[in-house]
């Protein structure tokens, strides 16, 4: 049974040898089914849906790139009435 992360993530907790272990599912389905042949650091959700842990929507990336990123993806807001008249 996978719990809710305070960071919104899905998380499960794992037991091996009498220890428990931590596991977001979007790592866990990246490190079973992404290749990451350059050793990137972090996953990246495409649709920016911490939830939405299908091996689609997920891809290996720097740091930097996921920085980037948040935010410009698929969220785009109309300018507001006021920044539509600036010239």
Known sequence: ????HKDGYKQYNLHKNKKSYI???????ALAFIPNPDNLPLVNHKDE???????GNLEWCTESYNIKYNGN??????PSPRDRTRS
Do not use: E, P, Q
Request: hydrophobic share 40%; with cysteine; proline share 0%.
């Open 1 to 4: 049974k996978w719990s809710l």
């Open 23 to 29: 596991m977001t599912a979007h790592r866990s389905v």
């Open 49 to 55: 849906n911490k939830l939405n842990c299908y091996v």
């Open 73 to 78: 993806c698929l969220l785009y807001t109309s």
